[in-house]
T-cell receptor, first 113, second 112 residues
Framework: KAGVTQTPRYLIKTRGQQVTLSCSPI?????VSWYQQTPGQGLQFLFE???????NKGNFPGRFSGRQFSNSRSEMNVSTLELGDSALYLC????????????FGSGTRLTVV | AQSVTQLDSQVPVFEEAPVELRCNYS??????LFWYVQYPNQGLQLLLK??????LVKGINGFEAEFNKSQTSFHLRKPSVHISDTAEYFC??????????FGSGTRLLVRP
């Protein structure tokens, strides 16, 4: 059974650009969440999608957005990148019947220069 | 609002010694509790979880944790650690929702 797949693994972008990260959940998982991990702020919840609808949202500016497709694959987008957006972005998926934890992907390491 | 406190940022221990990583949470309602491990340049791997039932939870790689509702704690233990257990460990809480709140992490450093 394939795990959660995130692409790309590494990304370097310039300040002011935008970026799109992709996540394919475990087959059968319909809930997909995104987390940002930085040395200073730790692991912070970005948003959660279920059946193509954003169900929960963290405290991030509107430059951070996401979406989920009918096959449960998800993308997150960050526009007008800032140096502080450099982080490991983690995607996680879960079953849709009763939350019992997430399975995480290996993450996308974004560096903004 | 819920929060998670991991009391130790780093725990050094010798190989084959026992270890306890401490986690306290604050919540006025019932919670689900989790421990995840992160190896360098990797994502998070679930070690164990408490949803309900027995307060002693056994996980992978010989780890276990005990849920203590009165002390709002969920400490992680292993009776004998290996070099390969060197990693960052995160405690997390969920209030029966699809959102995890993480602690700041504890770096376990196992020395030979």
């Amino acid at each position: 059974k394939a795990g959660v797949t995130q692409t790309p693994r590494y990304l370097i972008k310039t300040r002011g650009q935008q970026v799109t990260l992709s996540c394919s959940p475990i087959s059968g998982h319909r809930s997909v969440s995104w987390y940002q991990q930085t040395p200073g702020q730790g692991l912070q919840f970005l948003f959660e999608y279920f059946s193509e609808t954003q169900r929960n949202k963290g405290n991030f500016p509107g430059r951070f957005s996401g979406r989920q497709f009918s096959n449960s694959r998800s993308e997150m987008n960050v526009s007008t990148l800032e140096l502080g957006d450099s982080a490991l972005y983690l995607c996680a998926s879960s079953l849709d019947q009763g939350f019992d934890g997430y399975t995480f992907g290996s993450g996308t390491r974004l560096t903004v220069v | 609002a819920q929060s998670v406190t991991q009391l130790d940022s780093q725990v050094p221990v010798f190989e084959e010694a026992p270890v306890e990583l401490r986690c306290n949470y604050s919540s006025s309602v019932s919670v689900y509790l989790f421990w995840y491990v992160q190896y360098p340049n990797q994502g998070l791997q679930l070690l164990l979880k408490y949803l309900s039932g027995s307060t002693l939870v056994k996980g992978i790689n010989g780890f276990e944790a005990e849920f203590n509702k009165s002390q709002t704690s969920f400490h992680l233990r292993k009776p004998s650690v290996h070099i390969s257990d060197t990693a960052e460990y995160f405690c997390a809480v969920s209030v029966q929702s699809y959102k995890l709140i993480f602690g700041s992490g504890t770096r376990l450093l196992v020395r030979p």
